[in-house]
């Protein structure tokens, strides 16, 4: 979805949707246990954003690259990296989302927000990248701007332990 809200153009990202846009755009999300990687070229005013909601799923080679799973949507990120002639050691890396949506409920085995975020911590491990700025786990949603001109995410975590929003963050 595509809005126009003062200069920039506003795209929201649904779950399995990622996008990589220039200065004109912010990149907007709701995030539950799902995750997004943001990256941020902070010279070319270049950044992406991916929304995934598993941390891994099998996938054969021919298929595409479906970006529901973390490594595959990391994937499609990289490769818009790579479009644009730049590379990733380039880019500030922010990790955000993860929240546990029933905080309540027991269980014995990792929940899908905690394997989410070991997902991208796994992803960031494995490319070697520096984490500028993260808002990961505990309870809730959050919503997210990232405003691709200046490189700021804007976070808004709403934590549904203490129904209260928890306020807004500038990552």
Known sequence: MIHRLGSAIDIFLHPGEHDFVDEHFNLRTTLGSCVSIVLWH???????MCHYLLP???????????????????????????KHGT?????????????NMFPGCMASAP?????????ARRIVARHRLNVTAESLGGAGHRNLVF??????????HINIE?????GNMQA
């Not at 929940?111 to 997902?119: C, T």
């Open 42 to 48: 902070p010279t070319r005013h270049l950044g992406g």
């Open 56 to 82: 891994e799923g099998k996938r054969s080679k021919d298929e595409p690259l479906n970006g529901k799973y973390a490594d595959q949507a990391f994937e499609l990120l990289l490769g818009q990296v790579r």
């Open 87 to 99: 590379q990733l050691d380039q880019y500030q890396v922010k990790l955000f989302g993860g929240g």
């Open 111 to 119: 929940g899908v927000a905690s394997r989410n975020i070991e997902a």
């Open 147 to 156: 405003e691709v001109a200046s490189g700021d995410v804007w976070v808004q």
């Open 162 to 166: 203490n129904e209260r929003v928890a």
